[in-house]
């Protein structure tokens, strides 16, 4: 007689369980991730791309300012590398931080805290939504420095790894940001911070640095980035160094971007 | 036996027991004052049965967004206990998202999306596949008439038309019940019956049951089966409009408006004002019915005729009810 009454299958053990209904099935992780990435992706059409412009536009003007100051060598690949990564840097860590903070601030979170989806899915979708945004800016700064320094474009096909990776790095890092910072003016200001340091550290060259700046240099990771891009010019590139870049820029990636997670999982439910 | 199962047995949808949440007092900072500790639900009990259209009224910061927000898993309770078809939110908040299909007052996750890939996406996060949403999507926006406007951003739409958008995303994806946080701000009256048929439609198709947050009393009047009247975080009263407005039923409301100023020396309409609330030329007073009678009596004929611009008799409305229970009813709509 015990199995009168039992749950079908698989059902929690509760005095209740019988009489309680049954819960819609939950969005799973890489369908939601989808879903917000296209949602996210359709938002730049209305929003995002004079913001793009004016990032591209940025590291093109920095670029041209260098230009004066250095001349050729290792330099010169480094400014156009910092330009370069200095895009994503713009959108993944200064917008995105803004624009969760703004999510946060305006009630926007509820909505996806109301509907049955992991964390991770919000989180990467957008931050993947918003690495995407940079791609064109990246590429035309890349194209545009390599012209004015006489660099050679054989191997900007690293783009498609750098942009990646140094995204994943810098939008879990605004994402969280963005999530923690206690008022929307705050978020914004992080997320401002972060990409002047981007600015500074990743576009002027490493050797005319003092010490204690050239520490923080190491800390921000959007140096990885750079340095592996910056590698790729070389007439014989040391792809082992590459790589190891930007296994540094993967490795923070996953550990920003599971901050952001949890983050979002704290700002949530207040 | 956990209130659960006692609760599903009866036909208990959602049943709420002795909520509280208080608001930690915050000190002062530069020139702000602080605030006190702030009870914002104060031991809030209630039975919403299946199939029911159950309001919450009361004016803005009674806490009934509070309330809400703890039976959506949004906001954990100090204290008491949130049951919804057995599952227990509180332990299990998480759950609340496969149960509750919520539309709060904010649009800002959505705005920059067209309406269709609103509900498209929302429909999505629902756990639907793609085809599934896309199907229900397109039900949900021709339902709603919002064919036309479905390739628009939301942010381009007037305020009406984006909580009727709001309201689609909502739709998609069947939820048992459905949060309604004052779903028909900003609304046309054609907009407005859009929203009533979609519901009254999920209740009569599928026993969907719909809790309502409105502070608007005519709305309140005209769709609720059951109403709870909140009121500095308590609940005060708990049963139909026409019950409560039983409770007021020996009163009737008179409104005078005035041309220019009351005409204070005629001494019967000096009488009036002790019992009216006036309000700039408009004058509100409740009275008996004897007394209704012959303050119209009054105001009709005579010198204060002259002076009278329009005036109504009217039975009481849920906001005469509010008032009687000792609500403050500056912050309810009446439109």
Sequence with gaps: ?270 | MSTGTAAARAGTVCAVRGLVKTYPATRGRRGAPGTPEVRATDGISLDVRRGEIFGLLGPNGAGKSTLVRQLTGLMRPDAGSVDVLGHDLVRHPERAARLIAYLGQESTALDELTVSLAAETTGRLRGLTLRDARAERDAVLAELGLDDIAGRPLKKLSGGQRRLACFAAALVGERPVLVLDEPTTGMDPLARRAVWAAVDRRRAERGATVLLVTHNVIEAETVLDRVAVIERGRVIACDTPAGLKARVADEVRVELVWRDRAPVEVPEVAALRASAQESGRRWTLRLSPERARAAVATVTGGPAFAALDDFTLATPSLEDVYLALGGRTEGLVKA
């Design chain 1, 1 to 270: 007689m015990e199995a009168v009454g039992a749950p079908a299958s698989g059902a929690t053990r509760r005095p209740d369980a019988a009489d309680a209904a049954p819960l819609a099935p939950r969005a799973r992780l890489l369908p939601a991730l989808a879903a917000v990435y296209r949602a996210q992706l359709s938002r730049a059409r209305v929003a995002r791309i004079p913001l793009l412009f004016v990032a591209t536009f940025q590291s093109v003007g920095i670029m041209i300012l260098m230009r004066g100051v250095v001349d050729g060598g290792s330099e010169a690949r480094a400014v156009v590398a910092g330009s370069s990564v200095l895009v994503v840097a713009f959108v993944a860590l200064n917008l995105l931080a803004q624009y969760f903070g703004q999510l946060r601030a305006g009630g926007g979170l509820d909505h996806y805290a109301t509907l049955p989806v992991p964390p991770a899915s919000v989180v990467l979708g957008t931050a993947a939504a918003y690495a995407s945004f940079t791609v064109p800016g990246t590429a035309v700064t890349a194209v545009f420095g390599c012209a004015l320094f006489g660099l050679p474009m054989g191997h900007l096909w690293i783009l498609a790894a750098v942009i990646p990776l140094a995204g994943a790095a810098l939008s879990g890092l605004g994402a969280a940001l963005g999530l923690l910072a206690p008022r929307q003016e705050l978020a914004t200001l992080f997320g401002q911070l972060g990409m002047s340091a981007a600015l500074l550290l990743g576009v002027l060259p490493a050797g005319r640095m003092p010490g204690p700046i050239a520490y923080a240099r190491d800390l921000l990771p959007s140096t990885y980035g750079v340095e592996a891009f910056a590698h790729s010019f070389d007439a014989h590139p040391d792809w082992s160094l590459v790589g190891l870049d930007l296994g540094v820029c993967a490795a923070v990636g996953v550990v920003s971007l599971a901050a952001a997670a949890w983050a979002y999982r704290r700002a949530a439910v207040r």
